[in-house]
């Protein structure tokens, strides 16, 4: 008889959503469940000419081991660019992941002990759920209003909490509600986490895809201590299939992410960081952004104005400045499982909200929809299944 | 006031190896520190080659977000070259990891509760080590002869240990020893290990590159129940940068790693994965082993000529099979980690032994050369240097 699972690991199943995207595998399916970049914002031909570059200058470079921290001249770059938004402060330093979840992987690790409360948004992004119950936490989710995270409930929670370690928000177009959390709720939340002692991880993968609106202050910027650690990554700018994202916090944390993770990958793919430092300095970034914005905005109006000719007014939509996903919330006398059996049944996937919850076995009346990903074709006739699901379930 | 770091990683340092490759920086210092592939193994035109090929023939497979099992052509390829091998049984699965010290760290994860135990030879690999670390493990080392881990002291352990999870052990040409694991130990230890109702966790990072001698079989190949889960990797017989590597096992442990894995890298680098399969099919992938082995061989024959050379006679040598590592044990009398220091003051860098011990402050009078680094001329003139520091220090 062999020995069990560990106690942290035990209980962790699959993601919810990759039961869903099991029925995406048929090609008649529609899948608004996924979280993936438009492939068409994919730079592909650069990409190609910069690998060859790579091979042709210095392969070995590409090829051998390196350091954990990441390559020094992408950090280098990153360092000057966050320091650009303000992001980067002096004492702060930068180290290079194999994708942004690593990096919060990383700091539940080195931060929390079984038990320990992490907080978050309610929804938030299962990935990195899964990640904090990976290391036996338990997770507290803080509703949410138009402004983001309720400031007067997150103080309830960390009164009740002594053993909170930090607070988990995506400030910017939110997965999966693509809420963005207002200035001044921001400086709320960061106030209570300075008063109760305790870190902001601060996760921005979709910063940059901001097609409507003005930005709005990092929860690292508005910092004047050290209590924010900020991940962002390549994967919604560049490509996610590299793998490279970054964690930005004070020196002495970071140095301990570096421990960490020198005990598991050693260092993220050196031919995709050199590639992406090659990237971001040898086009014009800013305008490759613009590029990226304008897909967005597009596919963003796409489905926004399908939905809005298919589906009953009574179906709640947020609408996002920027990333990847619409939030859509039912009125609370229908079964939202029930509606998102029939749609996949039609041949229409969506994730299920209660697959975003802190405890999944709450009940969710709302589901994720992302237009990132299906072509302008697909969001059509997509919404047209939707509505028409609607109209014969929802009455 | 923050709160600390969590308790399994508050106390974990970096590795000590780093603190001596500090000095290899100095370009004047030679390296036998390092645990490189020799540079000259990599096949950069063909790589460059395939890297081109995939750019123009599929570039939105090599960009997008995979699955984490890993890309399926390669698990396939490696599922069938793991049955050939009599490693890959049925009921069992291949994922892809981040480099084998992923699929390490991700098995520890699994199966470990801080407190637990981890039985491995002493001395060990040092990333290894510090994975179990970074879980609150308490490791014991059990002594080596020639012949592998002791199993008479072993069996001791396992008596006074119940919480011990599983063994780790390097079977093929060990880091750092070089030592090759016989066929009757290994039967000895897997038996102790049905025994006791642990797991083996076989890591076979050198076992292509074998340039003496015959191959002996895999733990994997013994065991006729669920007891070994084994590793490999592409760092050493590809690239190292690359961060390939995989985990073969028990379906239903190694879908547990996949749970694991999704909660922090999400799947490793698909570029990368892509091209290890495309290399593994579209060259003579055995004439690329064979050539490989004969680079090892000049090197490992060069190293010990020069040493044989240098040294004095009283300096024991390890006579590796293969692999990257020599191990120099110097009589008990004189103090190692002070050769190690006046060696590096002459600019020739080795790693001290007490690194690779499950306790670090237990005292070593070994200390690790790495062959696959130096180029002839580095190996000749460092073994001069370190010939003249032994015959006026250990007098």
Tied chains: 1, 2.
Excluded at 67 to 87: A, F, N
């Amino acid at each position: 008889m062999l020995k069990p699972f560990s106690d942290k690991m035990a209980g962790l199943a699959p993601s919810a959503i990759r039961e869903i995207l099991k029925f995406t595998a048929d090609p008649e399916v529609i899948s608004f469940a996924a979280g993936n970049p438009a492939p068409e914002a994919f730079p592909v031909e650069t990409i190609g000419k910069i690998s060859a570059d790579i091979f042709r200058e210095e392969p070995v470079n590409a090829l051998q081991y390196s350091v954990t921290e990441g390559y020094p001249k992408l950090r280098k770059w990153l360092e000057d660019d966050l320091r650009k938004k303000k992001i980067f402060k002096d004492g702060d330093m930068v180290v290079i992941t194999s994708g942004a979840q690593q990096a919060i992987e990383v700091t539940a690790k080195i931060l929390c002990n079984e038990g320990d409360v992490i907080i978050c948004e309610n929804p938030s992004f299962i990935g990195s759920l899964n990640s904090f119950r990976s290391y036996g936490v338990k997770i507290i989710g803080v509703s949410m209003d138009e402004n983001g995270m309720k400031s007067d409930e997150l103080e309830a929670v960390l009164k009740a909490n002594p053993k909170a370690k930090f607070i988990y928000t995506i400030p910017n177009f939110q997965n999966p509600t693509g809420n963005t959390t207002a200035l001044e709720r921001r400086k709320e939340v960061l106030a209570l986490a300075k008063k109760y002692g305790i870190y902001v991880l601060e996760d921005n993968p979709y910063g940059a895809l901001r097609f409507a609106g003005e930005d709005v202050a990092c929860y690292k910027e508005l910092d004047d201590s050290k209590n924010v650690i900020y991940t962002g990554t390549f994967s919604k700018i560049l490509a996610p299939g590299l793998r490279v994202g970054y964690l930005c916090g004070d020196a002495e944390l970071v140095s301990k992410a570096v421990v960490g993770l020198q005990t598991t990958t050693v260092h993220t793919n050196i031919w995709a960081q050199i590639l992406a430092y090659r990237f971001v300095t040898e086009v014009d970034f800013d305008a490759h952004i613009k590029g990226l914005q304008a897909i967005y905005r597009k596919k963003y109006q796409r489905m926004a104005d399908a939905l809005g000719e298919n589906l009953p007014d009574f179906i709640e939509l947020s609408k996002p400045q920027g990333g990847l996903f619409i939030w859509a919330t039912i009125p609370e006398k229908y079964d939202m499982n029930n509606f998102c059996v029939e749609a996949v049944k039609r041949k229409v996937a969506v994730v299920p909200g209660n697959a975003f919850n802190a405890d999944e076995a709450q009940v969710s009346h709302s589901f994720r929809l992302n237009y990132s990903t299906p072509t302008d074709e697909q969001i059509d006739k997509g919404c047209e299944i939707l509505g028409k699901c609607a109209k014969e379930l929802l009455n």
